[in-house]
């Protein structure tokens, strides 16, 4: 809320300056352009430690919340010791307790790979490069008015 407080006091100053609302626009896509580029950077981190890890025999069992979390997590059993999933648990998904499955394991992180997050690192990553590049075809045709 404070967020969007602070961006019409933004608008509205700039409009008694007397910024065009073209100007306003290129900032505005600037400032999406950047976002994108954040949501990149993200994946492509994800994705580059997603190499790096070791595929290990898993079992599911349980969800919790970690500490200093908000987002429940799906926890697996690897070699005796448990260990929490990257990304949060799918909200639409059912997971089976003592289920075996394969899971990457990260030791950078300390944490797996489900299947799920192996998915949302490949899929975001693509999903990514292609907004970034749209994102700015639109903000370079944006700049040549």
Do not use: H
């Amino acid at each position: 809320m404070e967020f969007i407080l602070v961006l019409i006091v933004i608008i509205v100053l700039c409009k008694i300056i007397g910024v065009s609302n073209a100007a306003l626009i290129a900032g505005v896509l600037c400032l999406v352009e950047l976002a994108i580029i954040a949501m990149l950077l993200l994946f492509l981190y994800f994705c580059l430690n997603l190499l790096f890890t070791k595929s290990k025999k898993a079992e599911f069992v349980r969800t919790g919340k970690p500490e200093k979390s908000k987002f429940q997590v799906a926890y697996y059993l690897v070699d005796g010791k448990e260990y929490p999933c990257v990304f949060p648990r799918e909200s639409g998904i059912a997971y089976k307790i003592n289920k075996k499955c394969t899971v990457r394991y990260s030791k950078r992180l300390n944490k797996v790979y489900d299947i799920w997050a192996t998915l949302t690192c490949i899929i975001g990553l693509a999903f990514s490069i292609m907004a970034v590049y749209f994102s700015l075809q639109i903000l370079s045709f944006v700049a040549a008015y």
